[in-house]
């Protein structure tokens, strides 16, 4: 009986305290592509982005309604972030 009193007492003592509580803050830089950022594929990112501006600046010359809106209000991901 004297032996299982000891022997919970080391079980006792050989559990380390709670850890104290904290918070980790994470900031995400905002990213047009789904997939993780490449060093490797930035320069031919940069070059999509830059042909996909160009096109729709292309495209939304040719509709008339769309004369009179500011270069961001034509931005489709504009909109899509704005809604």
């Known amino acids: 009986n004297s032996e299982n009193i000891f022997t919970e007492k080391l ?3 050989s559990i380390p305290a709670p850890r104290s509580v904290g ?4 900031n995400f830089t905002p990213r047009v592509f789904p997939t993780a950022l490449r060093e490797s594929q930035v320069a031919e990112e940069e070059e999509w982005l830059h042909k996909q501006a160009e096109a729709r600046r292309a495209m939304n010359t040719d509709i ?3 004369c009179d809106l500011k270069e961001e209000e034509k931005n489709p991901e504009w909109l899509k972030d704005k809604g």
């Open 23 to 26: 918070t980790i803050k994470i």
């Open 11 to 13: 079980k006792e003592d």
């Open 64 to 66: 008339p309604e769309l």
